[in-house]
């Protein structure tokens, strides 16, 4: 009886409610009836009659008794029911303790579960959303990784179109001097025709991996590879530069022509390059070209060639044969001129106006402009650490 009681849930919280209002009744009863009787004796004592008096003060104390008695009854009830009314081992009272606790429990077991339904709920919507909006994104992305695929095979397809027609060359390697450490003369004997010496300096730490600058000189060093070791430029890669923290591979060919854009000479100069990325491994995303004077028309020219086989390009002090924007747009260009003597100030005209086309085409270009420095002084502004930085940075 008592057991199946426990079971139903709906009885124990009629159970629940009626002891919460017994208890209630239990304890504001006493009080409200010590309070009545104590206002009546103040009451009686004020109208001043012993025998009213006396007879407040008995029902008083009876009232008091009486109240101490219901304010217990919940207590005596309980140690009743606890110890008299028994169901084999199972007190009532135990039981409807046992049954109201479990009635909590399987409430926040409840809560708990609907808790964690509405998390796990959320979790799935967020993570729905995230995929839906990574799709979204992977989309874009390979949208924009299609269109820069087409621009690149165009350009490199221009690019072949264009190294084809200029062509490149293969040959074996001389060495005709060594004056120090890493700092030699040599020979490449291409298989055009052209033999072209060269000034080639190698780092102390020489490795792998290493970038290439390439320089191409102007018209007073023609048919003169050892002036090229006594050039500003030349003594700066020597002497100054730290090639412990940024070691680099520096070539310097030298031609025996006023020209480094006919006879072969692009295509010698292509496969003196190529023969330095075999033998000494040169990192192909760092071949960098510069030169001065008749040597930026070279540069140019190779720039426009060649394009992206180089990775940065510095002409000094001559415009480009070519002023279409078009070929030089896919390689970083810092170019400089002063401004002294009507020929530079033409060039630096010249190559103001090809920066800005390059740039306005998408290219990325910088015009470096020397204020006072004339065509036979500008080419010593070429020893400078921060223009190196750049070449290398690129």
């Not at 001065?292 to 390009?313: C, D, K, L, N, P």
């Not at 401004?339 to 530079?344: Q, W």
Request: hydrophobic share 40%; net charge neutral.
């Amino acid at each position: 009886m008592i057991l199946s009681i426990c079971e139903k849930s709906y009885m124990v919280q009629i159970f629940l409610i009626i002891k919460i209002f017994f208890k209630m009744l239990c304890i504001l009863a006493p009080i409200i009836i010590i309070i009545a009787s104590i206002y009546s004796v103040f009451k009686t004592i004020k109208s001043g009659k012993d025998e009213d008096i006396k007879d407040n003060l008995t029902m008083l104390v009876r009232r008091v008794i009486a109240g101490l008695l219901i304010f217990f009854l919940p207590s005596i009830i309980s140690y009743v029911f606890t110890n008299l009314v028994k169901a084999g081992d199972v007190s009532f009272l135990t039981c409807f303790e046992t049954a109201s606790a479990e009635r909590v429990k399987s409430l926040k077991e409840k809560e708990a579960a609907e808790a964690k339904a509405e998390a796990e709920r959320e979790k799935r919507e967020a993570e729905a959303l995230e995929k839906e909006n990574y799709q979204k994104d992977q989309a874009e992305r390979d949208k924009q990784k299609k269109v820069f695929e087409e621009e690149k095979k165009k350009r490199e397809e221009e690019e072949r179109r264009k190294a084809e027609a200029a062509g490149s060359t293969t040959g074996s390697v001389t060495t005709i001097s060594t004056s120090q450490k890493g700092v030699s003369i040599k020979q490449f004997n291409a298989s055009n025709g052209v033999n072209m010496k060269y000034f080639e300096i190698l780092p102390d730490n020489m490795k792998s991996n290493l970038p290439l600058i390439v320089y191409l000189h102007g018209d007073g060093e023609v048919g003169n590879v050892e002036a090229i070791g006594s050039l500003p430029i030349t003594n700066f890669v020597k002497n100054s530069w730290d090639h412990n923290s940024q070691p680099f591979i520096f070539i310097a060919p030298s031609t025996n022509i006023t020209s480094w854009t006919t006879n072969g000479i692009p295509q010698a100069v292509k496969g003196l390059i190529d023969n330095a990325v075999k033998e000494y491994n040169v990192d192909t995303n760092h071949i960098i070209i510069a030169g001065a004077s008749r040597g930026a028309i070279g540069t140019w020219y190779m720039v426009e060639h060649y394009g992206s086989f180089f990775s940065a390009a510095m002409p000094m002090s001559c415009c480009a044969q070519n002023q279409s924007a078009g070929p030089y747009v896919s390689v970083p260009i810092y170019a400089i001129s002063g401004t002294s003597g009507s020929d530079e100030a033409g060039y630096n005209s010249c190559m103001s106006g090809l920066v800005n086309s390059i740039n306005a085409a998408g290219g990325h270009a910088i015009k470096d402009t020397r204020q006072g420095e004339s065509h036979n002084t500008i080419a010593f502004k070429f020893a400078d650490k921060k223009l190196f930085e750049w070449m290398l940075s690129q």
